[in-house]
């Protein structure tokens, strides 16, 4: 079974957009590639966790499902949904001075839930569409990664050209 991780603000919503519906060229280029590749799509984005974070309005969720099914595209699974957490660093200086900052940590991010997904469901191959990256290389996820290269104009057929290549290559998943 071949995979599309999707993201959605800054892949099929362009960053500015006035309000949360999908652009119909983004749902068309992703049913071209769903189609070229025979592929499922399963939504990595902060979108799947509305009902529980509620970080968008439950509408913009089923809008979203809405618009894909009139295109016959169906969301075939979310990854699973880490708590993020944090990691505190301190730094001495030469002069003595202590410096403290709060980085997220890589096992509680994206990369790391793509990563889980995998290791839990059989994949031929899968591409990793986001305009992020969330240490995908520190989980072996890097090579099957298209950064969307203008968030603000979101999926463009250079990265469904990419993401193609990508999927038409068997993969072996690193174990983490």
């Known amino acids: 079974m071949k995979i599309i991780f999707l993201d959605i603000d800054g892949v099929m919503l362009p960053i500015g ?4 519906l999908i652009p119909e060229d983004k749902i068309l280029l992703l049913k071209g590639l769903i189609e070229e590749t025979d ?3 399963v939504l990595s984005s ?3 966790l509305n009902a529980n974070r509620k970080f968008y309005e439950d509408e913009d969720y089923e809008n979203l499902v809405k618009s894909l099914k009139k295109h016959e595209i169906e969301i075939y699974d979310h990854t699973p949904a880490k708590q ?3 990691i505190k660093r301190q730094l001495v200086t030469k002069s003595g001075m202590t410096i403290v900052n709060y980085v997220t940590d890589p096992n ?5 839930e793509i990563s889980d997904w995998l290791k ?3 994949t031929s191959s899968f591409v990793i569409l986001d305009d992020q990256d969330f240490y995908f290389d520190l989980f072996g996820l890097k090579d099957n990664f298209v950064k969307i290269n ?3 104009m979101g999926l463009e057929q250079i990265d469904v050209e990419q993401a193609k290549n990508i999927l038409n290559v068997k993969i072996k998943v690193r174990e983490k």
């Open 120 to 122: 839990e469901n059989e």
């Open 17 to 20: 957009s006035k309000d949360k």
């Open 150 to 152: 203008n968030p603000y």
């Open 84 to 86: 993020i957490k944090t």
């Open 39 to 41: 592929s499922k799509v």
């Open 46 to 48: 902060t979108w799947r």
């Open 108 to 112: 509680s991010t994206r990369g790391a």
